[in-house]
């Protein structure tokens, strides 16, 4: 299957992806908002499609989600993966790749949508963190919930500290559910996502 992944900067999701050498997974491009994303340059090196949008060059969301779709399209993809992209996309974008655009988000959904989520989760004396891999639909971080990973707070956490120990499990977790979905292990239910082993 043909895989898109977007990307704004590190990329070490996107990394983790490409590293995890998928059976049945082709990563047809890697595709950024910023130029100078530095996973760009990681995947330029490793011979993978690159190419970058400046949103800036666009007048109005709806006009860039339309360019980037053209440029998405152009590798026929059967997943989108959104790896630390660090736009909103509009709800058209989304309903053009219902049921195969994917996204992780820092947090245990639904809690802590949006942006800041280490800073709000330890603020909030949560106990527990972690990061949620889910399908994308037009309404911020809420879509139906692929897989989850489970990270304790410690009492001496600052959001660096908890950002890094949720990475971990992100880059385990995102390259797993990207397989499941490869494998077509998945079936959306509703706002559920049950998976065949
Ligand atoms: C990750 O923590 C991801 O969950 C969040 O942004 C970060 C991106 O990191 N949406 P990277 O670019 O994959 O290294």
Same mark, same amino acid.
């Given at each position: 299957k043909n895989i898109v992944i977007l990307i704004s900067g590190r990329g070490s999701n996107m990394q983790a992806i490409v590293d995890a050498q998928i059976a049945g997974a082709r990563i047809a491009a890697v595709i950024s908002n !910023? #130029? $100078? &994303? *530095? /996973?760009? #340059?990681? @995947?330029? *090196?490793?011979?993978? &499609?690159? &190419?970058s949008l400046n949103h800036k060059d666009f007048d109005g969301r709806e006009a860039f989600d339309a360019a980037l779709a053209g440029l998405i399209d152009a590798y026929a993809p059967d997943l989108v993966v959104l790896a630390g992209f660090m736009r909103i996309l509009t709800p058209g974008f989304?309903?053009?790749? *219902?049921n195969?655009?994917?996204?992780?988000?820092p947090s245990l959904l639904p809690a802590f949508t949006g942006l800041?989520?280490? =800073?709000? @989760?330890? @603020? =909030? /004396?949560? !106990?527990f963190a972690g990061c949620t891999v889910h399908f994308v639909t037009a309404e911020l971080d809420h879509g139906p919930i692929v897989a989850q990973a489970v990270v304790p707070v410690r009492d001496d956490d600052d959001a660096a500290a908890l950002a890094a120990?949720?990475?971990v499990e992100e880059h385990r977790l995102y390259?797993? #559910?990207? #397989? $499941?979905?490869? @494998? $077509?292990?998945?079936?959306?239910? /509703?706002?559920?996502?049950?998976?065949?082993?």
């Open positions: !910023k #130029a $100078d &994303a *530095e /996973g760009l #340059a990681w @995947a330029r *090196e490793r011979g993978i &499609a690159t &190419a989304v309903g053009h790749y *219902e195969r655009l994917l996204n992780i988000h800041h989520t280490h =800073e709000r @989760a330890i @603020a =909030e /004396g949560v !106990k120990r949720i990475l390259p797993q #559910a990207v #397989a $499941d979905f490869v @494998a $077509d292990r998945l079936t959306i239910s /509703g706002q559920r996502v049950l998976r065949r082993s």
